[in-house]
Nanobody, 121 residues
Framework: QVQLVESGGGLALAGGSLRLSCAAS????????VAWFRQAPGKWREFVAG????????SYSDFAKGRFTISRDNAESTTYLQMNSLKIEDTAIYFC??????????????WGQGTQVTVSS
């Protein structure tokens, strides 16, 4: 059983930064690709960024490019989302998810509970 727990959310000012963490309760964390998604009130969940098992391939949605950075530390079984230059429209619940393959995929069977990010001016 794969369990994912997000942390690091909270309140930030526009233009500020937050770093989200996703800790996995697995012994072979490097086996899985990991992605971040977000869901704002009244909107569908959307893809933010993904990273493959070895951390040498990443993928970003357009709104995240140049502002967000996904990374992972397999020794600590943790994936990070560094968010800089935050905008009010970044306000959402952020979820981490793990695939069942090493590569970034369209299938994400494992999900965390989410962490709230609120950006204000």
């Amino acid at each position: 059983q794969v369990q994912l727990v997000e942390s690091g959310g909270g309140l930030a000012l526009a233009g500020g930064s937050l770093r989200l963490s996703c800790a996995a309760s697995v012994h072979s964390f490097s086996t899985y690709a990991v992605a971040w998604f977000r869901q704002a009130p009244g909107k569908w969940r959307e893809f933010v960024a993904g990273i493959n098992w070895s951390g040498d391939q990443t993928s970003y949605s357009d709104f995240a490019k140049g502002r967000f950075t996904i990374s992972r530390d397999n020794a600590e079984s943790t994936t990070y989302l560094q968010m800089n230059s935050l905008k009010i429209e970044d306000t959402a619940i952020y979820f981490c998810a793990a695939g069942d393959t090493a590569a970034i995929t369209a299938s994400w069977p494992y999900w965390g509970q989410g962490t709230q990010v609120t950006v204000s001016s």
